[in-house]
Structures are given as C-alpha cells and as structure tokens.
C-alpha cells in the first residue's frame, strides 16, 4: 500500500512539475527588446569606392511564439544609425571623402532551438530578411514633405532626397537564455549578419544582443 501512494505521489508531482515546466515557456508568446551593438566595418566597392562604417549601438525587439520547449519562429525589428568615412572616385581617377550618417531598419524573420528543456538554456539562432538603408547622401534632387500643422494650418518644407536602398541579410547567433518562472527571461547572444551589397569583400557585420523579455 505504502508503495502504491508513494508512486501515486511520484506521479502526480511529476505532472505538475511538466506543467509547470510547459506554461513557463512551451505553447506560449513571448515579446523582448533590448540594445544590440554592431562592431565597425569597411566596405570596398567596385570603381574605388570605400565606406568605413563606425561601430554601433541600437535598439531591437521582437515577438515570437514557443511551440514547445524547444523551438521559437519568430519576428525582430531593429532601427540603427551611425557615422560613416566615405571614399569616392570619379571617371577621371580623382578620389574624393567625406563623412555621412548611415541609418538602417531591419526586418528579420528568427528561427530558434533551444537545446535544453530547462530554465537556463544555450540556444542558436538562424535569421533572413530585408535591411532598408539610408546612405546619408544627397542625390541632387529635393523633395517636399507636407503636413497640417495646428497652428500654422497645411505647412510643406522642401528636402533633399539620399540614396537608399532594400538590401536582402540573414544571419546566425548562438547564446544563452534564462526563464525566470512562467513570466520573465533573460538573454544574449552573439552571431553574424550578412547583408546583400554589391562589395569586393564580405559584407559581413558581427552583432552583440542583449535582451530582458516577457511570456504571455
């Protein structure tokens, strides 16, 4: 007899532990931000032109779903903006620099596998997605932005229009999360982004995350 509640009792504490494990991260949505740091890059273009990209700080988040303890499909937003060294060359061979502001919007969609079902968890990362960027340079045309102003009334002021562009990236991460419960965790990481640009060396920027997050 004694046996028998001690194994019915085993039982039932192993069941509401795997349900306790199962509401704090499987079948459930999760959202997170935090700041993400990109290290500097140099950029060697066809014709002699060079674009040496200081390191940067931004701010990222992004939702995603736990369809079990295991696997995340989810999406990251990030915006970001730094200070560039611009190198140009002209048909006649003549160089020229100058010092620009880059600014950047991402969109990635994120695949994650958590390799450990408990709390504390190494996981690897896979992303794809668009990069709008926005060289900081002027293309000799203007623009006007309008607007309606409750002072004022309909107000339009001109301005110059930069080169930009919508770049196709993807990239991977490994790093390390941990659940506190069944409502908050924390992670960070560190992996690699490519970026689809017509360079003669990689364009490859090595990314640092570090975000606090929350399940629902």
């Known amino acids: 007899m004694r046996s028998i509640v001690t194994?019915?009792?085993?039982?039932?504490f192993s069941?509401?532990?795997?349900s306790a494990f199962e509401k704090?991260?499987?079948?459930?949505?999760?959202?997170?931000?935090?700041?993400?740091?990109?290290?500097?890059?140099?950029?060697e273009f066809d014709g002699g032109a060079k674009a040496d990209i200081n390191d940067q700080s931004s701010f990222a988040f992004g939702l995603g779903y736990n369809f079990d303890a295991h696997i995340n499909i989810g999406m990251m937003f990030n915006?970001?903006?730094?200070n560039y060294e611009g190198t140009a060359k002209n048909r006649e061979g003549e160089t020229k620099t100058f010092v620009?502001?880059?600014s950047t919007s991402t969109m990635n969609f994120t695949a994650t596998y958590n390799i450990l079902e408990g709390d504390f968890?190494?996981?690897?990362?896979?992303?794809?997605?668009?990069?709008y960027i926005d060289s900081g340079v002027g293309t000799g045309d203007r623009g006007a932005g309008c607007w309606w102003d409750p002072w004022y009334g309909y107000v339009c002021y001109p301005y110059e229009t930069t080169y930009s562009s919508s770049r196709f990236n993807y990239g991977g991460q490994v790093g390390l999360r941990y659940d506190f419960g069944n409502a908050l965790f924390i992670k960070g990481g560190v992996g690699i982004n490519y970026v689809d640009l017509d360079t003669t060396n990689s364009?490859?920027?090595v990314v640092y995350n570090l975000s606090m997050g929350l399940l629902f």
Do not use: C, H
Request: charged share 10%; no cysteine.
């Open 7 to 12: 194994a019915t009792l085993i039982s039932v």
């Open 15 to 18: 069941v509401a532990s795997l």
């Open 24 to 43: 704090s991260r499987a079948k459930s949505w999760e959202f997170y931000l935090g700041p993400q740091y990109t290290t500097s890059k140099t950029l």
């Open 79 to 82: 915006y970001a903006s730094t």
């Open 100 to 102: 620009s502001n880059l």
């Open 121 to 131: 968890t190494p996981y690897v990362t896979g992303n794809f997605g668009l990069m």
């Open 203 to 205: 364009s490859d920027f």
